[in-house]
């Protein structure tokens, strides 16, 4: 790649959000912020191998992204009405000068884009809007690129986001950091959001996608990155990027070279991420030295912390897994951190306890497949071949990652 | 900016006394906040009589103008800053009528 590909792709990174977040604020409207976001980028793409990348590429591009959402109102009110430029241009909030980067305004900035994370992810949205939302206009990817991350037809995705913008402007859903009121449900929203992208790279649910989609978990970790330089004391947001962390850092030893899922206890853990795992680590103890009550992602992050520090699976501390969901069970007593608690339960304590747990499960949990993968693994383990296979069968029906499919087969055919 | 908060439900059946006081309740306090518009409970759709004149010579029809399971039984417009306001009272008055609450923004 060249020096100027190089670095329009970084400022493609580092700017995006921060251009079309400013022009939201200044314009009032996200779907003039993202058109002339897209433009200024494409200007930088035809000039910057000509003029040279300039000094400051985020202020080039807020004011390059400002010119043409101001034509782009010119030729509309043009067309329809002068009150509405009026309105647009000398509106209740005088646009400040962000073209000079001092350290207020760059505090403002991070604000704006604080603001724009909050409208995306607003609750009046549906899910997996936020999502798609979140990751055009704070991620910056393209409907093209959305649509095929989510498998869902590019014209589909197109009306899906251009919808939600329009609900956000005739409702009126607020473009700013919520009240303090409402910040930690909306924070924990945000993190929802978050999650979600990660675990759709990290395990895709689908079988017409890569196994493990790296660039959806790299976008994930890049957005919670940046949510805890905006929120730096919140203990749930630097536990979700620890969290994230510490399950990337395994990701390359999680599908073998044939292409099928590797558990945890089989990994190479060589092949961890070294530096990933350090970061996360040193995001747990900070979090454990707060004295803070810690919340689910904290929790999670730790006992992910546990599974890392162990050099050798027989290495690892079940106890502290098991005390770590106990903890996390009285927070969230859902049916699914009961199963992942009985797994860790079945290392302590043998196969037949957690089995027993597992069984009392069913009812919530028979048509999600990692009920059966456990139960066909716990069966296995207590040689009941026949119980075991069927639940094997179970789970090969309802597993949609590709790479745990072919695992599940495998271990299925192994039993003797 | 106004929002119509359309209280949904399946029986046309009349708030409690308890229901009745809470949204009384919920009501003093919507005009005592600035945020009172109007409101209104409604019959139920058995009493809906629809007319269509756009074809000049007006006919009636009796009932409502779409069957449904659950329908309007009553509404609030209130005077709103954005939609995280809106949808705070609704969540209110939801609570105040124990019913449903669609809230929409007026145009």
């Known amino acids: 790649m060249s020096d100027v590909s190089e670095a329009i792709t970084r400022a493609h990174h580092e700017e995006w959000a921060r251009v079309v977040a400013v022009l939201t604020r200044r314009f009032g409207d996200l779907d003039i912020a993202e058109e002339a976001a897209a433009e200024a980028f494409a200007v930088a793409v035809e000039r910057w191998p000509a003029d040279g990348v300039p000094p400051n590429p985020g202020g080039w591009l807020t004011t390059t992204a400002h010119r043409r959402a101001v034509d782009r109102i010119r030729r509309e009110s043009k067309r329809d009405d002068k009150q509405k430029e009026a309105r647009v241009l000398y509106g209740d909030d005088p646009p400040e000068p962000v073209d000079v980067f001092d350290g207020a305004v760059e505090d403002a900035i991070e604000d704006e884009r604080l603001r724009l994370i909050f409208t995306c992810c607003h609750p009046a949205l549906a899910p997996e809007t936020r999502v798609a939302l979140t990751l055009r206009m704070v991620g910056g990817l393209t409907v093209p690129e959305i649509a095929r991350a989510f498998l869902v037809q590019e014209t589909a995705m197109g009306r899906r986001i251009t919808r939600a913008k329009a609900k956000i402007k005739a409702a009126r859903i607020p473009y700013r950091v919520p009240s303090a009121e409402d910040l930690p449900v909306r924070v924990s929203g945000v993190l929802a959001v978050l999650f979600l992208i990660f675990n759709e790279g990290y395990l895709a649910t689908g079988p017409d996608t890569g196994p493990v989609r790296p660039g959806l978990t790299a976008e994930a970790i890049r957005l919670t990155r940046l949510i805890r330089a905006l929120m730096p004391d919140d203990g749930e947001v630097a536990g979700l990027l620890a969290l994230m962390l510490l399950i990337e850092s395994r990701r390359t030893a999680r599908v073998s070279a044939s292409g099928e899922l590797v558990a945890l206890d089989q990994q190479d853990r060589g092949a961890w991420d070294a530096a990933l795992i350090a970061e996360g680590h040193r995001l747990v103890r900070e979090r454990l030295a707060s004295g803070v009550a810690p919340g689910r992602y904290q929790i999670l992050a730790a006992v992910n912390a546990v599974h890392t520090s162990a050099r050798d699976v027989r290495d690892t501390d079940w106890s502290q897994v098991v005390a770590l969901y106990d903890q996390l069970v009285r927070l969230d007593p859902s049916p699914i951190v009961a199963l992942n608690r009985a797994i860790a339960v079945a290392e302590l304590d043998g196969p037949e306890v957690a089995l027993a747990a597992v069984d009392r499960l069913e009812g919530k949990l028979a048509g999600y497949h990692a009920y059966h993968v456990t139960r066909a693994d716990l069966l296995r383990r207590l040689g009941r071949s026949g119980q075991s296979r069927a639940a094997y069968d179970r789970a090969v029906e309802l597993a949609g990652n590709t790479a745990e499919t072919a695992y599940l087969i495998r271990r299925r055919d192994q039993l003797g | ?107």
């Open chain 2, 1 to 107: 900016m106004q929002y119509l908060l359309s209280v949904i439900h399946d029986s046309s059946a009349l708030a409690t006394s308890d229901e009745m006081a809470a949204i009384d309740v919920f009501n003093d306090r919507l005009q005592a906040e600035g945020h009172w518009v109007f409101a209104g409970g409604l019959g139920g759709p058995d009493t809906a009589t629809v007319v269509d004149n756009r074809g000049g010579e007006a006919l009636f029809t009796d009932g409502p103008f779409v069957e449904s399971k659950e329908y309007l039984v009553g509404f609030w417009i209130i005077e709103a800053a954005d939609l995280d306001v809106a949808l705070r009272l609704a969540t209110d008055g939801s609570k105040a009528c124990n019913r449903k609450v669609e809230v929409r923004p007026f145009l």
